[in-house]
C-alpha cells in the first residue's frame, strides 16, 4: 500500500523534469493507483490542486495521445494590449511625432528606442517591457531605421532634358567611331596598413592585421582618378598622391589617350568626356578647361564635355567601387599605380 510520505518524495524528485501537463498525469496515475481517496491523497501529499488531480486523472483515462498540447487554446496568461484596451493607442501616441515614412505604406519605421518608449509608457502608467514595446511596434508595421539621404533639392524643370541631350551626343559619337569616357575621382585611400571595408579570400581564422586607427602616416593618401571608355568597355586608373586637382585629372585623360585612346581609335578627331559637375573636371573650374585645351592643342582632338546635373554619378566611379575588397593600399610604387586597361565585367579587370 502506498502512503502519502513514498507521493511526496517522488512528488519532489520528478517534477522539475516534468512540464505542465506531464505533471497532472503523473498526478492522476498516482490517484489512481491509490484507489478511492487517491485524489484526496495525492492533494494532501503533493500540495497541488484537486482539480489539478482530476484533470491529470481524466486525461490518463482517455488515452489522449501524448503529442497534445500542454494547455487547451486560449489558456495561459492574457497579452498586456488585451489587458489594458488603451496601451497601443498611447504607444500610437508616442510614436507618431518620430515617425517616418509613406502611412498608406506597409512600411513606417520609428526613431526612438524600445526601451525609451517603455519607459515613457511607465510615465503615463502602463507598466510594459521593452520586448512588449518592439512586440506592439512590428505588428503595426514599425521598424527601427536611421534617416536615408534621398532628397536632393529643388529639381530642374529640365533635368530629364539634360539627360536625353548627353545619351543623344553620346549615341553619335558612339555611331561615328569616336570615343566617349566617363571620369570622375574615386575615393581617397590612405596608404599603409590600414583597414578597408570588404572581404578577401584568406586561411580560417587568418585576416590580415591592419592598424586600428586611420591617421595618415608618412605615405600620405593614394587619390584615384578613373576612365570609364563606353566603346571599348575598358577603364583606367591613374593614382595620385599629392592633390586632387584638374591639372592630375586631365593628366589622366592625357595618359589614358597616349597609351590606349590612341591605339583604339585610330581615325578618330573627336573626344566626348561625361562627368559630375563638382571636383578636379567641374564646370565652373576654370583651370579644368584650361587644361582640357592645352590637351586638344597636343592631340589636335576636339573635345566635347557633358556634366551630369546633380545627384548624378558616373559609371566610372560604380565601376571602381564595385571591385574594391578588404585590401590595403600598402604603397604608391608607380608599377602598381600605372592603371588598368582590362575589359570591365563586373568591376574593374586587374
Not at 502512503?3 to 518524495?9: F, L, N, R, V
Not at 536632393?152 to 567611331?177: C, K, S, V, Y
Not at 562627368?275 to 590637351?295: F, I, M, P, Q, T
Amino acid at each position: 500500500m502506498l502512503t502519502e510520505d513514498e507521493i511526496a518524495s517522488r512528488w519532489a524528485l520528478i517534477r522539475p523534469h516534468l512540464d505542465e501537463r506531464q505533471r497532472r498525469v503523473w498526478l492522476g496515475i498516482e490517484a489512481a493507483a491509490w484507489g478511492d481517496g487517491g485524489v484526496a491523497a495525492v492533494v494532501r501529499a503533493t500540495g497541488t490542486a484537486a482539480r489539478t488531480v482530476r484533470t491529470g486523472r481524466d486525461e490518463l483515462a482517455s488515452g489522449a495521445p501524448a503529442d497534445v498540447r500542454t494547455r487547451k487554446p486560449g489558456g495561459g496568461r492574457r497579452r498586456v494590449e488585451d489587458l489594458d484596451p488603451g496601451l497601443v493607442p498611447k504607444l500610437e501616441a508616442l510614436v507618431a511625432p518620430g515617425e517616418r515614412g509613406d502611412p498608406m505604406r506597409p512600411l513606417r519605421w520609428t526613431t526612438d528606442s524600445v526601451r525609451d518608449l517603455a519607459d515613457k509608457l511607465a510615465e503615463q502608467g502602463c507598466e510594459v517591457s521593452p520586448s512588449t514595446v518592439g512586440r506592439l511596434l512590428h505588428e503595426a508595421g514599425y521598424s527601427l531605421q536611421a534617416n536615408v539621404k534621398v532628397l536632393e533639392g529643388r529639381e530642374h524643370p529640365d533635368r530629364d532634358a539634360q539627360f536625353t541631350h548627353i545619351n543623344d551626343t553620346a549615341t553619335a559619337f558612339l555611331d561615328a567611331g569616336d570615343p566617349v569616357v566617363s571620369v570622375d575621382t574615386k575615393k581617397k585611400e590612405v596608404v599603409g596598413e590600414y583597414a578597408n571595408k570588404g572581404r578577401a579570400w584568406r586561411p580560417e581564422g587568418e585576416p590580415t592585421p591592419v592598424s586600428t586607427h586611420d591617421f595618415p602616416g608618412p605615405a600620405g593618401k593614394a587619390i584615384p582618378y578613373g576612365i570609364y571608355d563606353l566603346g571599348s568597355n575598358t577603364g583606367w586608373v591613374s593614382v595620385g598622391s599629392d592633390h586632387d586637382t584638374a591639372a592630375f585629372a586631365v593628366n589622366t585623360l592625357r595618359s589614358w589617350w597616349q597609351e590606349k585612346g590612341r591605339l583604339a581609335y585610330p581615325e578618330s578627331r573627336r573626344l566626348m568626356i561625361t562627368a559630375d559637375g563638382g571636383g578636379s573636371n567641374g564646370y565652373r573650374l576654370r583651370a579644368w578647361k584650361v587644361e582640357l585645351a592645352k590637351l586638344a592643342a597636343e592631340t589636335g582632338l576636339e573635345i566635347t564635355v557633358c556634366h551630369y546635373p546633380p545627384g548624378t554619378q558616373c559609371r566610372c566611379l560604380s565601376m571602381a567601387s564595385s571591385s574594391r575588397d578588404a585590401g590595403a593600399v600598402w604603397s604608391l610604387d608607380p608599377v602598381c599605380i600605372r592603371g588598368w586597361g582590362c575589359p570591365i565585367k563586373s568591376g574593374w579587370g586587374r
